[in-house]
């Protein structure tokens, strides 16, 4: 059990790592792929401040999810790694690259920010793992005995991981698309140049007629990313099932969203935060029904 003095020297020191990550990341993005400012809404102080605010948002996210891991050493510095880098950077430009033709980025930007971003989540992950003191393992013996144990899954299993990646996961994408993003006109003529809003059911024909389906598969290819990234998250925690089910739904809504609170030059504000109306509930129910339908074990192989 931590003190509390601890573990705010923790949460500082954490916080204060993240945003110098972050400031790094946004100074080469600015230096080397020649992006300018984003736009002035706010004074540098306030930006700063807000960044600040994010990075200590995540850190007590990210303190919350080490401490409950009954993983050690560099497995827990690999898969927090996985988590950060699969949420906050792989996910998000997998999109970007797919509607790079509807929205004007500079070349090279994603493949930078991938690096960039790479180089940042494992900076952070080293970081949290020592210093949160989770890189000792005591009773090494009995740690790497439990570690070889190997879980045996169902077909059944699958099948359902199988179809919350195909099915659940698009369905979730694409009502909260339309029915929080959409409603918003900024984002309307941000990507489709128009302030027209169709009926829920011409706008998809019209949206799967454009893309030829590839948006569909785009985003199963995402929604087997986050599974994988659900499932080793639900394997890592050692909390109750439904500890777990509400940490992995706060870090599919936070890890994404929060990123959206920071001013950026490729999105307008309006845009930003109906994206982040958009992400946070969404992605948060996306987490709760992937851990229960999915993840859960039966009841008679419950694990608590």
């Not at 394997?235 to 001013?263: D, E, R, Y």
Request: hydrophobic content about 55%; aromatic content about 16%; overall charge positive.
């Amino acid at each position: 059990m931590k003190s509390l003095p601890q573990y705010f020297f923790q949460l500082g020191a954490l916080s204060l790592t993240m945003m110098a990550c972050w400031s790094g990341f946004m100074a080469l993005a600015s230096d080397y792929l020649n992006i300018g400012p984003a736009e002035a809404s706010m004074s540098e102080v306030e930006s700063m401040l807000l960044v600040l605010a994010v990075c200590v948002l995540q850190t007590v996210l990210s303190t919350a999810l080490i401490s409950q891991s009954s993983w050690k050493g560099f497995k827990l510095i690999i898969t927090f790694f996985i988590v950060m880098f699969g949420i906050q950077f792989l996910l998000t430009q997998a999109e970007n690259y797919f509607l790079h033709g509807n929205v004007t980025l500079p070349d090279g930007l994603i493949e930078g920010i991938l690096i960039a971003g790479g180089a940042l989540s494992l900076i952070y992950s080293i970081a949290a793992v020592v210093i949160m003191g989770f890189h000792r393992i005591k009773n090494s013996e009995r740690y790497f005995r439990a570690q070889r144990e190997r879980r045996s899954y169902s077909a059944k299993f699958y099948f359902r991981l199988l179809f919350s990646a195909a099915v659940i996961y698009p369905a979730i994408y694409f009502l909260a698309g339309y029915f929080i993003l959409w409603q918003f006109e900024a984002a309307r003529l941000y990507y489709a140049n128009s302030s027209n809003k169709l009926p829920f059911l011409e706008h998809m024909q019209q949206l799967f007629s454009q893309s030829s389906g590839s948006l569909y598969f785009l985003q199963v290819i995402r929604g087997a990313i986050w599974t994988i990234i659900g499932m080793l998250l639900f394997n890592m925690l050692k909390s109750h099932v439904t500890i777990k089910a509400i940490l992995i739904a706060l870090t599919f809504s936070l890890f994404m969203g929060l990123q959206l609170l920071i001013p950026n030059p490729f999105m307008p504000t309006p845009v930003r935060h109906a994206h982040l109306l958009e992400l946070l509930p969404s992605n948060f129910i996306w987490g709760i029904v992937l851990v229960w339908f999915a993840l859960r074990p039966s009841k008679k192989k419950a694990l608590y």
